[in-house]
C-alpha cells in the first residue's frame, strides 16, 4: 500500500532548540496532514495543507506542502517539554483517496528541559 | 463535548476469544474509522464507514469485522483473537471525507493483549 516515510524516526534535543521533521511519498498528494500523539491518547491534529507551496503556522509550529506535492515539512521552535510525543504526518491514501488517510511511521520527539 | 468515546481502555484476551470494541461519537460525523497502531509502524487503517449502512475495508481487514447501524456507533468485533492482534485500536471520525472538512478526531484508544 502507499507508503509515507517521515524523517527522522527519533529526536533527542534541549529546552529551547528548533525542531525539523519531513515526510515523503512516492505518490503525489493533494492534502497533508499533521497529527501530534501526546503519550497514551489519540493523535491531534495540528495543521492541514491544500495547496503545493502552502506554508501554514499553528503557534510555534510551521508547515509546508512541497512543491513536488510529494512531500512536507514540520518544524517547532524554541521548543518546550510538552512538544514531547509523536508526530505524524498523513494524507489520502493513493494521493486522492479520501476516506482512506494513510499515515507516516511517526517522528519521537523527546525534550530535555 | 464527549467527542469520540472508545471503551474499554484495556483488554487481555486468550487466543481464539471473540470481543467488541466499542467506539461512540456525539459530534455528528458521517465518517468513522478504525486503526491499529503497532510500534515503529505508524496507524494502519483497518476498516471505515462514510455513512450509516456503509463500511469499507482499510489496509489491514482480515480477522476484523465491522457494522455501522447509526450514525453514533461504529464497533470493531474480533472474531478469534489472535497474538498478531496484540495493538492499540484507535476509533476516529470526521465529519466528512473530503477536504477542509476531512480532519480526523481521534478517540484514547484501547490497549489490546492477545495471549
Known amino acids: 500500500g502507499q507508503q509515507l516515510n517521515q524523517s527522522p524516526q527519533s529526536m533527542f534535543i534541549q529546552e529551547g532548540e528548533d525542531v525539523s521533521m519531513n515526510c515523503t511519498s512516492s505518490?503525489?498528494?493533494?492534502?497533508w496532514l499533521w497529527y501530534k500523539q501526546d503519550p497514551g491518547e489519540g493523535p491531534v491534529l495540528l495543521i492541514a495543507l491544500y495547496k503545493a507551496g502552502e506554508l501554514t503556522s499553528n503557534g510555534r509550529l510551521t508547515a509546508q506542502f512541497g512543491i513536488t506535492r510529494k512531500d512536507s515539512f514540520l518544524n517547532i521552535s524554541a521548543s518546550i517539554p510538552s512538544d514531547v510525543g509523536i508526530y505524524f504526518c498523513a494524507g489520502p491514501a493513493g494521493g486522492t483517496s479520501y476516506g482512506k488517510l494513510t499515515f507516516g511511521q511517526g517522528t519521537i520527539l523527546t525534550v530535555h528541559p | 463535548n464527549a467527542g469520540v468515546t472508545q471503551t474499554p481502555k484495556f483488554q487481555v484476551l486468550k487466543t481464539g476469544q471473540s470481543m467488541t470494541l466499542q467506539c461512540a461519537q456525539d459530534?455528528?460525523?458521517?465518517?468513522m474509522s478504525w486503526y491499529r497502531q503497532d510500534p515503529g509502524m505508524g496507524l494502519r487503517l483497518i476498516h471505515y464507514?462514510?455513512?450509516?449502512?456503509?463500511?469499507d475495508q482499510g489496509e489491514v481487514p482480515n480477522g476484523y469485522n465491522v457494522s455501522r447501524s447509526t450514525t453514533e456507533d461504529f464497533p470493531l468485533r474480533l472474531l478469534s483473537a489472535a497474538p498478531s492482534q496484540t495493538s492499540v485500536y484507535f476509533c476516529?471520525?470526521?465529519?466528512?471525507?473530503?477536504?477542509?472538512?476531512?480532519?480526523?478526531?481521534f478517540g484514547s484508544g484501547t490497549q489490546l493483549s492477545v495471549l
Open positions: 464507514s462514510v455513512g450509516a449502512g456503509i463500511t
Open positions: 459530534m455528528n460525523h458521517e465518517y
Open positions: 476516529a471520525s470526521s465529519y466528512s471525507i473530503l477536504p477542509p472538512n476531512e480532519k480526523l478526531f
Open positions: 505518490s503525489i498528494f493533494n492534502t
